[in-house]
């Protein structure tokens, strides 16, 4: 109880005050000084490079940051661009018909050094492309609209990725790096080159309201991705992409390791959508550990994976106490997967011996149908995978063979069809205190609903 009223108080402290910045993107509440990017020489054709509208704008609205902040708004029209940078205590406002493109030319899109967690670029050795929405080391940094468009038109950087002709690792749509206090909400995000919206080292974010679209085939398009983050809500999105709907990190071998920055506090409410990888996942890279993840209201449909936790012999690093709640699953392959060799490392300087912890990890309420394999839970042999604890699990399935478990050890209750012998042990009445069950993160200690989860009050009042 005192462990759970912990979570709920740290979970508290960093969500309200990520609210509190939220409430920037409200149109209730307007910075003190406001820009539109035409006034910049922007030219919203299709057509018109606007990159050095978009930088000489936000390097003129920097003088404001020390007095309120400032917003950027980006009227009607389609606002081709490079990369460019954002700036503390920041607006960038899209208005409804407002569509921000990608630039189709690889050299709008800067090279940059990689992630000092990851070593080097992701897909290449070597550096990496800026994300065409970028910011680094900044606070109070909101991107909002009346769902505007941000289109990175992916699909030059897919068929070079496919042609292997890249030199360097293909760009994120948004990256905030080392920042505190990010809203992100009410836009649609489509085809991003990469992953579409990566807070890497960041701190109090919100997501939501937002949807992500890229075709199923396209590679790598991952929807949200936390990565050595902390204090991170999602909720109310609707996300379809080629890769994992959302993937949570934390650096990758013996570079997460060194760095050492987790991924921890993170709340997902009522996410929906499709993929052909998972729905949530953890890893592959998460040698910086990933903990204290809480999911809920999960629909999945027409998508490869439900639920899925990626890692491997020479990651080190741990995911524990993860807590997934109340998954709908429509027409998906396998609801749940834990994979304990996925390989992938950055270079031939890790441990191989480096084995991860994985432990505490719980599902509850699950139902589905036309479901191939509820589980198949591959742990590494001599690093047995701890305290699986599967609950009230109803699933219609197509397989003879259901679940497929080795190196796994835990507890089930109420779950069909009948779960594999290494959890069959009951959680109720001997084994619950070994099984993850926080109390829910945004309720306080009488009850009473703080913001109506992430947002309620700060971003509707």
């Known amino acids: 109880m005192c462990c759970c009223y912990l979570l709920c108080s740290l979970m508290l402290h960093g969500l309200s005050r990520a609210a509190h910045i939220a409430n920037r993107g409200n149109p209730a509440e307007i910075r003190p000084h406001s820009v539109t990017i035409t006034e910049f020489g922007a030219v919203g054709d299709g057509v018109t490079l606007n990159t050095k509208a978009f930088q000489n704008a936000i390097f003129y609205l920097n003088s404001f940051a020390d007095k309120g902040g400032a917003k950027l708004f980006v009227p009607a029209g389609q606002w081709l661009t490079g990369s460019f940078d954002l700036i503390s205590h920041l607006t960038l406002w899209l208005d409804k018909d407002a569509i921000i493109l990608g630039s189709t030319n690889s050299d709008d899109w800067p090279v940059i050094d990689p992630l000092p967690s ?30 505007g468009t941000i289109d990175g038109q992916g699909s030059i950087w897919w068929s070079w990725f496919r042609n292997e002709t890249l030199n360097y690792t293909r760009p994120h749509l948004v990256e905030l790096m080392n920042t505190t206090g990010v809203a992100i909400s009410n836009l649609t995000f489509l085809n991003s080159p990469f992953w579409t919206i990566h807070p ?18 396209s590679p790598n ?13 999602i909720e109310d999105c609707y996300i379809s992409t080629g890769d994992d709907i959302i993937a949570i990190k934390s650096g990758w071998d013996e570079y997460g390791t060194s760095y050492g920055r987790p991924s921890k ?29 809480y999911a809920e209201n999960l629909t999945f ?28 699953l429509t027409d998906v392959k396998t609801a749940i997967r834990f994979t304990g060799r996925y390989g992938e490392h950055p270079d031939e300087s890790y441990d191989p011996k480096a084995l991860p912890l994985i432990e505490r990890i719980t599902i ?13 839970l591959e742990g590494i042999e001599g690093d047995t995978f701890l ?28 779950v069909s069809p009948e779960i594999c012998e290494p959890l ?28 109506l989860d992430c947002h309620g009050k700060f971003m509707d009042a």
């Open 118 to 147: 990851y070593g080097r670029g992701r897909e290449l050795p070597g550096r990496r492309h800026k994300s065409l929405i970028f910011g680094r080391n900044l606070t109070d940094v909101v991107i909002t609209g009346d769902n």
């Open 200 to 217: 890497v080292y960041c701190s109090q974010v919100i997501v939501q309201n937002v949807t992500i679209l890229a075709p199923l085939d």
């Open 221 to 233: 398009t991952d929807g949200i991705d936390p990565d050595s983050s902390d204090d991170v809500c």
């Open 265 to 293: 506090n993170i709340t997902i409410h009522r996410l929906v959508g499709q993929t052909t990888s998972a729905g949530i996942a953890i890893g592959s890279e998460m040698s910086g550990g990933v903990s204290e993840v």
């Open 301 to 328: 449909y027409n998508s490869t994976t439900g639920i899925r936790i990626k890692t491997s012999p020479g990651r080190g690093g741990y995911v524990r106490n993860i807590y997934i709640s109340n998954m709908s």
């Open 364 to 376: 509850d309420d699950v139902t589905g149908q036309n479901i191939k394999y509820v589980g198949l």
């Open 387 to 414: 305290d699986i604890c599967l609950s009230n699990i109803n699933l219609s399935v197509t397989s003879k063979s259901p679940w497929n478990c080795s190196y796994i050890q835990g507890y089930s209750e109420a």
């Open 424 to 451: 069959r042990e009951r959680i109720i009445p001997d084994h619950y205190s070994s099984c993850y069950y926080p109390s829910h993160p945004l309720q306080s200690s009488s009850n009473e609903t703080v913001g």
